[in-house]
């Protein structure tokens, strides 16, 4: 069993040494986007965060900067939803990692909600896909569970709802 804390030992190159260690097990991070990644040797072959599974939990993983981590060595997965081969992984962390720092900054606390801001008014244009995402802030969902009922992408959803919060029509509760 390896554990650490990803403030000293960051999220890059512990996945870096786990691809390249040849270890099958699972990693679990504890953090408010952490999750669990399952290991076969040199590849990642399951990921889940919270209700999220596959490319989306891998996507929420990618963006952890901080949090509590633990391996477990030999644990199966519970089941396959991703096949990222060492160097396929990498990048793919990589990129979602870049892609997040932005969306953090707007989004830092995952465990409050959204909310209406009083300037929100009912005669605000919006696309479809706006609409869906803004229809999740009136249930005041903590914001990791409204990514998860989204049924979009996270960073695809936040992206949708970031110009809302920028022209402070919506708030962090």
């Not at 390896?2 to 691809?19: E, I, K, N």
């Not at 049924?151 to 029509?169: I, K």
Request: overall charge neutral.
């Amino acid at each position: 069993m390896v554990r650490g804390d990803l403030a000293v030992f960051p999220f890059m190159p512990v996945m870096q040494m786990l691809l390249s260690s040849g270890r099958a097990g699972r990693l679990s991070v504890s953090h408010a986007r952490g999750g669990e990644l399952w290991f076969e040797p040199g590849e990642i072959v399951h990921a889940r965060a919270g209700a999220l599974t596959g490319e989306a939990a891998l996507q929420v993983m990618s963006s952890l900067d901080s949090g509590q981590f633990t391996f477990a060595p030999d644990v199966p997965p519970t089941e396959r939803t991703l096949a990222l081969r060492r160097d396929a992984a990498l990048r793919r962390l990589i990129d979602d990692a870049d892609a997040w720092a932005g969306l953090l900054r707007v989004f830092p606390d995952w465990n409050r909600p959204l909310r209406f801001t009083p300037r929100w008014t009912e005669a605000q244009p919006v696309t479809r896909p706006q609409y869906a995402a803004l229809c999740l802030i009136s249930e005041a969902l903590p914001l990791k569970t409204l990514l998860e009922r989204a049924g979009q992408p996270p960073r695809v959803t936040l992206e949708t709802l970031r110009p809302f919060l920028t022209a402070g029509l919506v708030e962090v509760g």
